[in-house]
């Protein structure tokens, strides 16, 4: 399988600089953050200066969440050598589901608008998508149909099923709570909660370097040099300020700004208001979603599971590990993100449609493969998805604000989508 | 069959297991004392490791009973042989390829801290302990273990085993992938395990291997044991002879296989 290794070799990351190696930044992420300034920029420089404007980056990164959300789901599906085909159609039945929900069954014991309402649905949205994603896990694990042919199937239902909860009439419009989770005005969280929630992010990034280092001294490990450290907290603390920096540059439309100024009971002034819209709450949950995806792959028993089945499906049974149950887990989790991305894609529409998440399983994966997951298993990460999925939507994106046709679109990401796991897999051979 | 007075750490008996009509292992009884080194001989396909297999819980078998100090084992799973303490070093080594030494150690038998989640450190720390005494070179603890040397890879994988206080160590053609300095590494290390009072089934098709490590041989074919020895009862052409014909010598015990 490998070539066997002489144990003089350097490490792999040496062969990026010795800088690098210090901070031991993995260089594929770096590559894939490359790629995505030379789009950025790409884009930018063709649309005139549109591209990296506040506005369109706080669009694009709406626009990302809901598949990003369920691309996390998909590494570690991936990871176990599986597929899960079926994302796109459970996020569009529970979407109807839910929207059935808030404006039909809700309604009749809580009345509209109901503060109850919102929270209800989010939490049956994860639960239907939950349960759809145990009982294919199940069918998989347990029966040993192979994922690919559960999944297709479950394509093919679950999208009827979408249609049969209103024989195909979309519903519409949502709860306005609920509409929050579609960012949005009703979504966006403001100036200063975005401000509070970058600071308490850079907080946590300088404990939990300062935690990882104390204990790895404690145990006599080696550790990075102090100044590695300290360029990571300040690059990481960077990132989370200039994103929260630029979600408040992006100012609420006029009227809705007049609106809000009238409900405040603040007086329009003459030369307008300028009021942020901050981040928006679909992105915050991608990005909490994206934190605890990585706690559960990186540091605990069941993510490690998961990356011992997909590295080698016997040994994990040999030592001992449900494979079973660990795998039905998996199915389980991805559904239950797939009822998260359904609440907001759902939101963001202000309505429920059979159509909803139609091709999202393409997208899903073509983003998890794009952020470094191998369909041979064993391999993915979760912040390389979601980086993935920014690829992707900043694809699309930009060909929308450059008015591309709709099926060169199509041709472009699937261009890239080629291309980007060709050279994926040259920069792997070159390392091994 | 010899013995020296003390309880069998390990009785198989009358093991029995067919696979879509045929038998893997027909009625196969074999034991194993403490300190103990028993060899398990046969040609490829013979039942060797499909034996072991049961005893290590990866199999479980139509017919036939194991004990355990005497007393009946229930072994179904992989779990439940580890925690009567026996523990195997398969020949593919069953490592997660992406998975680093310490992950691989202790995988299924993961440290936790407090708060539930892995407790890396303490696992790296044990790892680095327990590689000095098997391979004090070992240096890669943070790669996954796919970019190690067939020597590391083996080193980790009986790493694995005897960690946790294996009291019985299942090693199933341990030296097939490994060269002679490596070898006689693990010799080395069988001799050791065998004074700390551990037993240890040695499969191999290589009788020159088995005969300078083991104190008993047992002989496979078809699927039935031939034949159980004391090395010193028999010459390794008799064993040969075992191996290849079924022909049971006058210094061995005859099982049910013998023709």
Redesign the interface.
């Known amino acids: 399988m490998t070539a066997p290794v002489a144990s003089t070799a350097p490490p792999p990351s040496a062969a990026s600089g010795s800088f690098l190696s210090k901070l031991e930044i993995d260089a594929r992420m770096l590559g894939m953050l490359a790629a995505l300034a030379v789009i950025w920029i790409g884009f930018d420089l063709l649309s005139g200066g549109v591209f990296l404007t506040p506005r369109n980056l706080w669009n694009l990164s709406v626009q990302t969440a809901s598949v990003a959300i369920m691309a996390t789901g998909m590494v570690l599906v991936i990871v176990t050598r599986n597929i899960d085909l079926s994302v796109g159609a459970i996020l569009g039945v529970v979407g109807m589901i839910i929207g059935v929900a808030q404006v039909q069954w809700l309604p009749a014991y809580l009345g509209l608008e109901h503060p109850l309402t919102a929270p209800l649905v989010v939490v049956l949205a994860m639960a239907v998508g939950g349960s759809i994603g145990l009982f294919q896990g199940w069918l998989i694990a347990y029966l040993s149909i192979p994922s690919f042919i559960v999944t297709l199937g479950g394509l093919l239902v679950w999208r009827g099923a979408a249609w049969w909860v209103t024989t195909g009439q979309t519903v519409a419009p949502m709860d306005t709570r609920f509409k929050a989770f579609g960012g949005g005005v009703e979504g966006a969280l403001g100036a200063t909660t975005t401000w509070v929630i970058a600071a308490v992010a850079c907080g946590l990034i300088i404990i939990a370097l300062g935690f990882s280092r104390r204990r790895r001294l404690r145990f006599g490990f080696p550790v990075r040099p102090g100044w590695a450290d300290a360029v990571i907290a300040a690059l990481a603390c960077g990132i989370v300020l200039t994103a929260a920096a630029l979600a408040n540059a992006y100012p609420l439309p006029a009227g809705t700004a007049r609106r809000w100024a009238e409900a405040n009971g603040i007086a329009w002034p003459e030369g307008g208001l300028f009021i942020p819209h901050g981040v928006a709450l679909p992105v915050l949950i991608a990005i909490v979603v994206g934190l605890v995806m990585t706690f559960i792959a990186t540091r605990r028993r069941f993510g490690r599971y998961v990356f011992a089945i997909g590295g080698n499906p016997e040994a994990a049974e040999l030592s001992g590990i449900n494979t079973r149950w660990t795998l039905m887990k998996v199915f389980g989790l991805m559904g239950l993100l797939c009822g998260i991305s359904a609440c907001i894609s759902t939101a963001r529409l202000n309505a429920a449609t059979n159509a909803a998440g139609t091709l999202d399983e393409l997208y899903v994966i073509a983003s998890a493969v794009i952020g470094g997951t191998s369909l041979a298993g064993g391999v993915g990460t979760i912040a390389g998805a979601m980086l993935g999925a920014l690829v992707m939507q900043s694809l699309q994106s930009g060909m929308v604000l450059l008015g591309v046709d709709t099926p060169l679109q199509n041709i472009v990401v699937g261009a890239v989508l080629v291309l980007a796991v060709w050279v994926d897999s040259l920069y792997r051979r070159r390392i091994k | 069959m010899p013995t020296n007075g003390t309880t069998p750490l390990v009785e198989m008996r009358n093991i029995s297991i067919a696979f879509g009509g045929i038998k893997a292992v027909d009625g196969v009884s074999v034991d194993l004392r403490p300190g103990e080194v028993v060899g398990l001989l046969g040609h490829n396909g013979a039942g060797k490791s499909t034996l072991i297999k049961i005893l290590?819980?990866?199999y479980k078998p139509d017919a036939g009973e194991i004990y355990v100090n005497g007393e009946h084992a229930d072994i179904s799973?992989?779990?439940d042989a580890?925690r009567y303490g026996i523990e195997?070093i398969?020949q593919?080594?069953?490592?997660?390829?992406?998975?680093d030494a310490a992950?691989n150690i202790f995988?299924?038998?993961?440290v936790?801290t407090p708060y539930?989640?892995?407790d890396d450190?303490?696992m790296?720390?044990e790892t680095r302990k327990v590689m000095a005494r098997l391979n004090p070179?070992?240096?890669?603890f943070?790669?996954?273990v796919?970019?190690?040397?067939?020597g590391?890879r083996q080193s980790v994988a009986i790493a694995r085993a005897i960690y946790f206080n294996a009291r019985v160590l299942i090693m199933d053609e341990p030296t097939a992938a490994l060269g002679p300095a490596e070898t006689q590494q693990v010799a080395d290390l069988v001799l050791q395990l065998k004074k700390e009072g551990i037993g240890i089934f040695l499969i191999s098709h290589d009788i020159h291997d088995v005969f300078g490590l083991a104190d008993r041989v047992s002989v496979m074919k078809n699927g039935k044991l031939v034949g159980s020895a004391n090395v010193q009862d028999v010459t390794q052409d008799e064993v040969l002879g075992m191996i290849i014909l079924g022909k049971c010598p006058a210094g061995a015990t005859p099982g049910p296989g013998a023709s």
């Open positions: 290590s819980g990866a799973t992989p779990r580890k195997t398969y593919t080594l069953a490592l997660a390829d992406n998975i992950g995988l299924g038998r993961e936790l539930g989640t892995l450190a303490t790296e720390a070179h070992f240096r890669r943070k790669e996954p796919k970019a190690l040397s067939g590391q």
